[in-house]
């Protein structure tokens, strides 16, 4: 260091960004030090704030290198560097964390999966957490389950009723050590531990309370299991009684379990990966991927019955690891409730819940604050695509490209996420879930509560669906100190594409879903839209048909297929040789053609998703499902890629557009009274659904003179649909936009929801 003050200068970073708990403050400590650089750094309710002082050169250096060799985990928003007077500080040192008025912009950290680091420590018998299953550093570990405020510092999180011992707390303390600040940071002597209970919430005597639950495994015995944002189900995945036993317990039919297994090795003794596959499983989220079965394995039929796809993961805690390093092929870890509830987090919540269904409670004693479940993401194109966004990527945000007003967004009915704006951030909730019951209801309040709280947003203005009788609409509502804007389902939709991609122009907007609330109080879901961020128009759309028994027509899809029959070629439908007409009751068909002649609570829709369940139940694949999209899905799985054929398909030139589908279902008839395999038939619709759409497009595109497309709605996570057309609109010369960062099903509508509402605070003219 330069002996004479007049020689040195200083500088003030301000760094925003997720800089907080990432091993961020250390690196700069050391950077500083390598940099010969006094100064401090400290956290501050925005982020990190960095005095140096030094020779000019060696602060340049110093700054520039920080983007470039910053940790893995920290993610840098925004850096601001100005002058400062020199102080004369005599080293550099990391100050406790610092106030900065009230707001609270710092980004925090996902909950992230165990590090390699931490890894080997786990199982080196001379480390001194050796088999500790809540092992971590500034590299791995819980973060947003467990915070409750910022700064996030230790005594702001479920850490707080732990005191380090003096080992701990050493390490702690030392800007050289991996822990130096890891806010989880324990052992064996000082940190939370697990144990083994009962169904009926008593202790189980024994020191090894891990091997004695791989034990129970082994014996067929269902456990739930308290991880990182809540308690999964877990039984071995090879044994089909203990598979059989949880689907009954759980009251969970057909929609398929999640496996865990111990490494890709491991994974591939069962399921088909590529290399896209992989690197999802393998990122620091660690989420559920779906991929494809092998056809014959060691796990249980009953783990997906009659699907293709199994939805697998990685371990991303200590414990799972602990639990697989016993040679299990795969547990099932299904999320820890019961069928349309929240996943359980607290642990006399999960003896209540949970008592009916776990032999065993396997429990530990850190509290999860903010419950969060597993993510789901499907590789389709070579692009991670998210279905279920939550654990692992929450609360980072959508980062818009421009600042938007800040607005709270409700989010649909459906899979619910909720989304809080602030300058150019869009943070979206972890999955919440269907808002069809009381405790799903509490979990969307107290969601908006904690994240309002954490983030410092506190909104005047509430976008919402148009549905009136969805919760969140009623929660909205309610809240009469807030400006109040209500937004189309599948305007919404598109805009959500718009603003992952960063895109303010028009675009033509392809939004396929199975139900979304149309201003005509119809329901829609097969949409073509003009649609900016402030309005839309309706270009075109599958024309109505009757939905007989609304709500019970998605649960018997052979409801709409006898819709479509009708519709197509009136009540002489009912002489076809078909295989719905040999399963279902023609009691039950009579009743139906009653409702639909005489508009018997039978709302009309457009919604392509009920097409895709009248083809299904038409073509005799499924007549009834256990869970939403089921229909479809084993549309998609029983369609043959290599057919070329299609049916002939037209539409009706209007405003809007009105695409008429009879003759696609007369010729799906007509391949079923002929014998045509299944494969086949349903191969063709697939390639009618992306010649038609491409070519109606590029009709639009030239009488607009738009170019960008946006796909969404939960129709596009068909993964032959959206392939299909992607590279046929692609071909046609338009810029298609996709989901990736948010999904396109309803768990991405809250994005939309609040960009919308923000666009149109500017503009008072757009606002119902």
Known sequence: MRDR????????LEISGIVQGVGFRPFVFQLAKENRLCGEIANTADGVSIFVEGAPQDIALFYQTIPMKKPPLAQITHMAITEEIVKGYSGFSIASSKGHGDLKSALISPDVSICGDCLSELFDPANRRFHYPFINCTNCGPRYTIIDDLPYDRACTSMKNFQMCPECQAEYDNPLDRRFHAQPNACFRCGPMVSLYTDQGKPVETDHPIEKTVALLRAGKIVAVKGLG??????????????ANLRKKKNR????????????????????????????????ARPIVIVQKKRHSSIARLTAPGNRYLGVMLPYTPLHHLLLSHHFSALVMTSGNQSEEPICINNQDAF???????????IHNREIYLRSDDSIVRVIHRTARQVRRSRGYVPVPIFLGTPAAEVLACGAELKNTICLTREDQAFLSQHIGDLENPSTEAFF?????????????????????????????????????????????????????MAENHTRETVIGLAFDGTGYGPDHTVWGGEILLADFKQFDRTAHLSYIPMPGSAAAVREPWRMGMSYLLDSFGETCREFNLPMFQAIDHSKIDTIVQMVNGGINSPMTSSLGRLFDGIAAIVGLRYRVSFEGQAAMELEMAADHTTEGI????????TPIQ???????QGVVRDVIHHVDQSVICGKFHNTLIQLFAELTETIGKTTGLNRVALTGGVFQNRILFQGLFRALSKKGFTVLSHSLVPCNDGGISLGQAVIASARMGDPSTCP
Request: proline share 3%; with cysteine; charged share 25%.
């Open 5 to 12: 003050k007049s020689d040195l200068t200083a500088k003030r």
């Open 253 to 284: 039919e057909e929609k398929p379990f999640a496996l865990m297994a111990r490494d890709l090795e491991k994974i591939r003794e069962f399921a088909e990966l590529d290399v896209d596959e992989e690197k999802a499983l393998l990122s620091p």
């Open 647 to 654: 049916y002939d398909y037209a539409w009706q030139e209007g």
């Open 445 to 497: 309040q107290q969601t908006i509560q904690h994240m309002e709280r954490i983030l410092d947003i506190h909104p005047a203005v509430i976008a919402h669906d148009l549905h009136p009788g969805y919760l969140s609409t009623a929660y909205a509502t309610a809240r009469t100190d807030k400006i109040r804007i209500g937004v189309q389902h599948h305007h919404a939709h598109v805009a959500a594409c």
């Open 230 to 243: 809540g308690f999964h189900l877990a039984v071995d995945a090879e044994n089909n009684h203990a598979v």
């Open 659 to 665: 695409i008429s589908v009879k003759s696609i279902v």
């Open 352 to 362: 209540q819940r949970l008592g009916g269904i776990a032999d065993y409670f396997l």
